[in-house]
């Protein structure tokens, strides 16, 4: 007898649907057949999509930045991801010059994490490590940590790392079997100074800048034969400028995150009274860009949310500089994004991640064998982003209507999310 069946949902397998039952026991799916089975708890898929447990990339809980921290931690981040239907999300380490900073930084956030409701893992990050290349990542390597996220800005932090450890980093990335992440951005072409406000965001930081360094990095991972990861892509611009001159290293060596806020505003809200709300970096780009980055979907490998929120309070400030940058979006990426692309959103969010970041077949999928790891999707459910779970006192997704509901979310096997009711739930870290 199996624990849980799935009746007659429209399931998604390999960009396809087929209307069957999901057979769940001990956590994985047990089998998917047309075959009528025992099992203990029956829940009626029928109408339904039912996809594989989305896995969000880019999520940042508990972020000390400055005198700010993200206002979801571990525990209210997760349960408002699970409303979204994620079931897997990778978070950061802080930043670590050294070995031995790595090894704390892991320590650390493996604490923050056990709150966590959904299952998690995490991406090492590295901040002007110097002659340390070699060592840290032999460390994240025996920390079973198959990424290093870098930055090619904030040398005013110090977070900023240079040409030369970037080189050494792709050089290593083939042997010792790790991806390199990267926020890329020309630190030569920011200019953010105390004097300016928040509409000047577009031009301080600006796409030029994006473009450039990512043309230069898809140069250093093509002659280096490394493998790199471009996070948050903001501009139609800078995929355009890669598929035209990189097209052959796209989505095998050189992969494309972007997000939805940048697919759903532009910067003219930057000019709104209310455009504090929307601060990030990288910055909404122009209604231009925004028209190319749809056009550029399909060369787009997997949707982050790069989830980081702050107060209205605490986003309302008069300098530019003194503005915490990011926004929320876990809760609500899959609704904004299928409501735009539809299916071809869906690989973006389950398999692709998966197979990049080393978690399939176990996530990503539903096959036989696999996590059962299942979102019920309500397609007829039409309905307008409300309030949701996380601790943020606003969404700039609220008012935006979505032409369907996530209904339920299982991780493991186990509702965390039941008919709209939170269940609860243990994440479990994944490396």
Known sequence: MFDLAIMNGEIYIEGNYIISNIYISDGKISKISNQVLKSKEEYNGQGKKIFPGFIDPHV????????????????????????????????????????????????????????????????????????????????????????????????????RTYDEEIIKLLKLSKEKQFIVLAHIENDDLINMNKKQKLCDLPIARSSQAETSEAIKLAKYTKEYDGSLYMVHVSSGNTIKALKDDFNDIINSDFYIESCPHYFTFNNDIYNDEKGHLYSMVPPLRKPEEVALLKKMFDYVNTIGTDHCPFTMKEKQQEKLVNIPMGIGGVEHSFNIMYNLFKEKVVDKMTINPAKIFNLYPRKGVLLEGSDADIVIYNPAKKHTITDDHSLCDYSVYKGQQVGGQIESTIVRGNFVVKKGIFIGGIGEYLR
Do not use: C, W
């Open 60 to 159: 940042h809980f508990e972020l000390q930045g400055g005198k700010y921290k993200s206002i979801d931690n571990f525990y209210s981040g997760s349960v408002s991801a699970a409303y979204g239907g994620i079931t897997t999300f990778i978070d950061f380490l802080d930043p670590a010059s050294s070995a031995l900073e790595l090894e704390k930084a892991y320590v650390k956030r493996r604490t923050l994490a056990k709150k966590s409701v959904i299952d998690y893992a995490f991406h090492a990050t590295v901040a002007n490590p110097k002659n340390e290349v070699l060592k840290i990542v032999t460390k994240m390597k025996s920390l079973n940590i198959p990424t290093v996220k870098l930055f090619t800005t904030y040398s005013e932090s110090k977070r």
